[in-house]
């Protein structure tokens, strides 16, 4: 079993920044790429920002420019770094992982939890 955790969020007025974490634990063998989405109401969830294992990112949506993407490997984690934050930006942020785990050496998707983020004007 794979767990990922998010933390980070929360509220903060426009121009203001945020800083969200996730951090996978368990069966873990590899992580591959590590992404954030984010979702408004009850639409799909948007891809925001990807990096591979290898460091490339990319970046898709209003928060180009924005937002920014890195991980460590060394604590299977993730982050999204977010600068002048919008009121259109009020969402709930998840996270995700591409993970091959120990036991069946099989590659999956991993969901965090999702963090709600409020930015007010």
């Known amino acids: 079993q794979v767990h990922m955790v998010q933390s980070g969020g929360g509220s903060v007025q426009a121009g203001g920044s945020l800083r969200l974490s996730c951090a996978a634990s368990g069966i873990i063998q590899a992580i591959y790429d590590m992404s954030w989405y984010r979702q408004f109401g009850s639409e799909p969830r948007q891809m925001l920002a990807r990096?591979?294992?290898?460091?490339?990112?990319e970046y898709a949506g209003s928060g180009k420019g924005r937002f920014t993407v890195s991980r460590d490997d060394a604590k299977n984690s993730v982050y999204l770094q977010m600068d002048n934050l919008k009121p259109e930006d009020t969402a709930v942020y998840y996270c995700k992982a591409d993970v091959r785990v120990t036991t069946t050496r099989l590659r999956d998707d991993y969901w965090g939890q999702g963090i709600r983020v409020t930015v007010s004007s």
């Open positions: 990096i591979t294992n290898t460091g490339r990112t």
